[in-house]
């Protein structure tokens, strides 16, 4: 019996080798290390013979277990489509993921190939141009994927109304004006999303602001980290691109421009999805201040603390774009 709980376990780099080793047919000895520590623990794997993996441990979240078995299943339906992923790689029995035990509970586990090529620059016009190809070319792919037993849909519920529950729980943003002002803009951005009759649903990457790519030598942008990814609201996976070039001061609202431009070549966008992806921002920007206030109790309320000032932004965005559109 532990005198302190965890709610987060750091694994050793020893003991993911020993992991991976037996449970994969990677030539060995394998060399481990990490890459990442965030919303889930990412490691670079190298074999002896020099290829090179990424072994990613899901963590703990507010949302629940991880979906690894829809998550692979869609990884593996898009690679055998043509479409650019880090498709993950089987264990030597045949499985797409694993389940291991950490002091917190049972951890999901899986294993990519690595990605050759270039990181994203955010000021590319043609890596976002790449970035809106590759989307376009996933939604055409995710028409004929069945999302069978899918633990999550990317609805208002899921990144809207429940986030929000999340930050006024956690006791982050003390200010009663700001928790109003948090809950009146959450209010009208649901109810002119539900306002919208024909939006598109399909099965989305859920977390596609840019980077979460590498540009390989044919200039494609090869997708990954599709943990966040569900059905859901097509105009929210356009959206988030659109987020990452507006939110926290940015202005590259050019990106999007290129971003959508690239999306276009390849697929249409139905003048309600783009309409409403504007209006998705907002919702993003919740989810986000959702994800970061449920672990204020692991990384703690300063880490955290810059969610009570993010209502200016979503206010400002709220009128520039709604009383006079500037896109």
């Known amino acids: 019996m532990l005198d302190f709980n965890p709610l987060y376990s750091t694994a050793q780099i020893g003991a993911i080798g020993q992991f991976i080793d037996k449970h994969y047919a990677l030539a060995g000895p394998i060399h481990c290390r990490m890459l990442h520590r965030g919303l889930n623990d990412v490691y670079l794997v190298v074999g002896s ?41 089987p264990t030597r029995n045949g499985a797409l993921f694993l389940q291991g035990h950490a002091p917190e509970g049972l951890r999901e586990g899986v294993l990519f190939r690595a990605i050759d090529g270039r990181g994203i620059n955010a000021t590319d016009a043609g890596d976002a141009s790449a ?18 037993g899918a633990l999550y849909r990317l609805d208002l519920e899921h990144l809207l ?13 003390e200010d009663a004006d700001v928790l109003r002002d948090l ?11 539900e306002a919208f009759d024909t939006l598109t649903w399909t099965y989305c990457h859920g977390d596609c602001h840019g980077f979460n790519a590498r540009i390989n030598d044919a200039g494609e942008a090869v997708f990954f980290d599709f943990d ?27 990106m999007w421009e290129a971003f959508i431009d690239g999306y276009r070549a390849v697929r249409p966008i139905t003048p309600q999805d783009f309409e409403a992806a504007h209006r998705f921002v907002i919702v993003r920007h919740f989810w986000l201040m959702g994800e970061y206030a449920s672990r204020a109790q692991e990384w703690g309320s300063e880490a955290v ?5 993010e209502a200016n932004f979503l206010k400002t965005w709220e009128t520039d774009q709604f009383v006079d559109r500037l896109f």
Not at 131 to 148: C, E, I
């Open 49 to 89: 013979d020099g290829e090179r993996y990424v072994f990613r441990l899901s963590h703990h979240r507010a949302r629940g277990r991880a979906d690894v078995k829809t998550e692979t299943a869609f990884l593996t339906h898009l690679s055998q489509a043509g479409v650019p992923v880090a498709a993950p790689i």
């Open 131 to 148: 970035n809106g190809r590759t989307l376009a070319l996933m939604h055409n792919a995710a028409q004929t994927f069945s999302p069978d």
């Open 161 to 173: 109304h429940r986030p929000l529950t999340r930050i006024c729980d956690s006791g982050i943003v």
């Open 183 to 193: 809950a009146d803009i959450a209010t009208r951005t649901g109810k002119a999303i």
């Open 228 to 254: 966040d990814s569900g059905p859901g609201y097509l105009a929210y996976d356009l959206s988030v691109f659109l987020w990452a070039k507006v939110s926290f001061g940015r202005k590259l609202t050019g």
């Open 305 to 309: 603390g810059w969610i009570a000032r």
